[in-house]
């Protein structure tokens, strides 16, 4: 079945820098890619998503990448704030069910 | 999102009873799943089904049961509780290769 592996774990980085969060999947027939934000406590949100047709995708600070080739995909946020920190998860899906990475904490220092 | 709900938000069991889980949408997404979320581990999925009367095995079903006699609706049940399934339990639903929209979760102890 599908396994997605997502890297690093943990991303700590200054206000207003950059931050990049890296996933590979295992079955070249996922074709749907969705990112998705946790808050404390809360449940997880769709940020943005991908499908296998398009190479990269972009909504104001928040863009992601797909490389079908390779089977990995990235999510790349610019100018980060402090209500960015939170947990994201990369996912992928081949119509049915969707699988999901072991998450990224992302801290924004000050 | 009121469109998915959960119930209950927080359980407290015994090793060795029997707690269901509830979980409703009124969108008509025809896939609903659940996922157990612990740290470290990210969201696993337990079993997930694709209309009523359908469901599958995720990656980790063993000591779940699921059932989705109606759309709206698709419980989850542990039939002996043990400790390691201490967790959040999120609920999801979604059209065919679209958005999944997530319950508020469930935060279940078993002792």
């Known amino acids: 079945g599908e396994n997605v592996e997502q890297h690093p774990s943990t991303l700590s980085v200054q206000e207003g820098d950059s931050a990049v969060i890296k996933c590979t999947y295992s079955?070249?027939?996922?074709?749907?890619f969705p990112w998705y934000k946790q808050e404390l406590g809360k449940r997880p949100q769709l940020i943005i998503d991908?499908?296998?047709?398009?190479g990269e995708k972009k909504d104001q600070r928040i863009a992601v990448t797909l490389n079908k080739t390779a089977k990995h995909f990235s999510l790349h946020i610019t100018e980060t704030q402090p209500e960015d920190s939170a947990v994201y998860f990369c996912?992928?899906?081949?119509?049915?069910?969707?699988?999901f990475g072991k998450g990224t904490r992302l801290h924004i220092l000050p | 999102d009121a469109g998915i709900t959960q119930s209950p938000r927080y359980k407290i069991t015994e090793t060795g009873r029997q707690v269901t889980l509830m979980c409703h949408q009124t969108?008509?997404?025809?896939?609903m799943f659940w996922y157990r979320q612990d740290l470290g581990h990210g969201l696993r999925l337990i079993y997930y089904?694709?209309?009523?009367?359908?469901?599958d095995k995720g990656e980790v079903p063993d000591g779940y049961v699921v059932s989705r006699s109606k759309t709206e609706n698709f419980p989850l049940t542990l039939e002996s509780a043990t400790r390691s399934q201490t967790s959040v339990y999120f609920c999801?639903?979604?059209?065919?290769?679209?958005?999944?929209?997530f319950g508020q979760g469930t935060r279940l102890t078993v002792v």
């Open positions: 991908i499908r296998s047709n398009v």
């Open positions: 089904s694709a209309a009523a009367d359908i469901t």
């Open positions: 996912a992928a899906s081949k119509d049915d069910k969707i699988i």
């Open positions: 079955d070249s027939a996922s074709n749907y």
């Open positions: 969108w008509s997404h025809s896939y």
């Open positions: 999801a639903s979604r059209r065919e290769n679209t958005e999944a929209f």
